[in-house]
DNA sequence: TATGAATGAGAGTTCATTCAT
DNA sequence: TATGAATGAACTCTCATTCAT
């Protein structure tokens, strides 16, 4: 029942990922999106009714698919070293595949705070149980039993994403900093996930 | 030379600063820069001649000044303990008292890549040496006498910098996911800044 | 050869006239009358090849409706009193029972004044005699009898038409004027035609 | 304190006035109302913020206009006499000079009937007494004095009104039905006042 | 320096109308 | 007949920028 792959929705929504991430919400051009599409401008607003609501609906998709991801982890994870050696990797290989939405996320977050906030709360809110608290209280019964060195679960995620995130956005500072071109394939993919993952553990397992 | 406190010119880059936080370039408004300012909106264009003129200029200061405290400390680091104390600080420091320039920054990486990396690459060319290599070099020794475990410069960039500057942008979302509201107070602060530490020293040294 | 009570031309007819009456030929919206009648958009031009023809055709039936029936009254009325009585009738029960109507011919007469005009002449051009000449020589041979005060046949239609057609259109004002609510109900109807016709009779009467 | 006569905001508000008269709300243009008053579509907003806006103002003031001239009709009127006499003249000669705003108001009252009653409802409320009770009573008194034949306050409106209005509306109409061409020169204005004059004082006078 | 008014390009959005099925 | 998708022109409104004073 999903849109076609290459239905006029569905081509909207690809172009309009690769506008919003490469100049935001406020950059992004109506008209650029339909012309990437090989659309008439009018159809966005008839499948979308505005730029806005085309919007929200990316980053929506995009945040509950990486919401369920992250959440299969957490069930499964027995223990810190279960969860530091997969939530890297999740991370990591989602966003190389949606490299744009890496961007776009980026920006919702600084630009609109509050916007990601609500839908994060809004998918939980539709979940079964309480996903907030069941983090928080994984890592105090780890903490308690000594399986982890940082105690705060609010550090411990600001040690993970991060970390996995950014080399999708910052690599060109990077890259003017060391004064060398870096490509992300799947080399480096590889070779990112293992740095990040042994940061972690090292760090963070006693 | 600079600019007087409080001048026309030094109010319209404060707000400015603020503006183009909260929106990114294409969001913020001139009018609105000019408003917060309480300024006319035609003096903007008086002193800075362009809205992106006036973009660059509070980019440029602001990557130049960081640079340049970064540069003091690959200077002064003997080792890599030196130096995985000192550089969390400083970002950290840097950025809780210039918020709104970590996200300024963060959306010019987003937006505009290669705008950062020019600039960066310029400061960099009026240095009297060459400050690309010293870094690359740096690692290469250390890691040859054992004195790190991550032997890519690259890595341990993407291992630090994100760390320090991620919790001045997604914070918000890591409250709606804890479902917990977080400060960022000096407390905080001290608090991110021996968590980032910790984890770097543990994580890449041997 | 009329269309069928509830096909789809006569629903379009239907949603069309109140869509025209509550907002103009500019302000309808072909998608507002489609929705109304249930119906695809595309239909209306298929049965009304445009909006304006659509329009036009609505015009011209309820012109063409009133007229037969003034024209009777004009044939039948062998003195003014006949025709003071039987005129404000007529007008008053044919727009109460086609509220929408009222508006519609208001709106076009304010907006396209010739548009009016035209099909009333083309109406008249059709018409055995010259209805024209007839009410102009009726008047002056009243006037001349003494049977009539007024002696203009301009001024005696403007004197009865507006008392007639505004309490469709200006009722509402007239509510917030004197701060009181009024239903336009069978009870109400009487009492104007009542008070009109005393009006014109003992106002233009010897 | 003012706009000056020929000020563009003033510029734009002739030309807005005859673009909603001609055309109304919805068919007026805002391209068509800055090359009327030969001025930058953008000054419209400038000066205005929207075309709705735009739209009140023209009605706000217009309706404000009239009811101060008949407010102190009915606080100088001792008898309906006065009244008759006095009413017909002031709507007339208001409307005659102000020949647009007379369709304009007309176009208000068929589109968005409670915007008036609204507008109206608003200016009474700052009025130092209530109005709407003041006629209301008025006419009560005189009737109880058998100085009025109609005893009802909508119906005596309904007779005044519209007969006054009409005129700068429904000209054309009532020139195709007669076959004649009809001016409204100061002649034709004085003939109007005297018939409406005449037919209400011997139509609802004792 | 400073201001309010002005400009022109272009943004998002709407709408009558048409097309393919 | 009927439908959902498509089109292109036009519309309101915004915004960076400039002008006159």
């Not at 650029?32 to 998709?61: G, H, P």
Request: hydrophobic share 45%.
């Amino acid at each position: 029942m999903k849109p076609q792959k290459n239905s006029t929705k569905q081509r909207i929504l690809n172009s309009a990922i690769q506008e919003f991430a490469e100049n935001g919400f406020w950059g992004a051009r109506a008209s650029q999106i339909a012309k990437r599409a090989s659309v008439n401008k009018a159809m966005i607003f008839y499948y979308f009714s505005s730029k806005e609501n085309l919007y929200r609906v990316i980053i929506q998709d995009s945040v509950k698919e990486i919401i369920i991801q992250v959440q299969k982890i957490l069930a499964d994870s027995k223990n810190p070293e279960d969860l530091f050696e997969a939530l890297p990797e999740v991370y990591i290989r989602f966003f190389s595949k949606n490299r744009f939405l890496a961007k776009i996320i980026i920006h919702d977050l600084v630009q609109n705070p509050e916007h990601i906030s609500k839908i994060v709360s809004q998918i939980f809110t539709q979940a079964p149980f309480k996903p907030q608290q069941v983090f928080t209280r994984m890592v105090r019964q780890w903490h308690q039993k000594g399986l982890v060195t940082e105690s705060d679960p609010v550090h411990i995620i600001l040690n993970i994403i991060p970390a996995s995130l950014f080399c999708f956005i910052g690599l060109p500072m990077v890259e003017s900093v060391l004064g060398q071109k870096i490509n992300i394939d799947d080399e480096f993919i590889d070779e990112r996930i293992h740095s990040v993952v042994n940061l972690i553990k090292r760090g963070m397992l006693p």
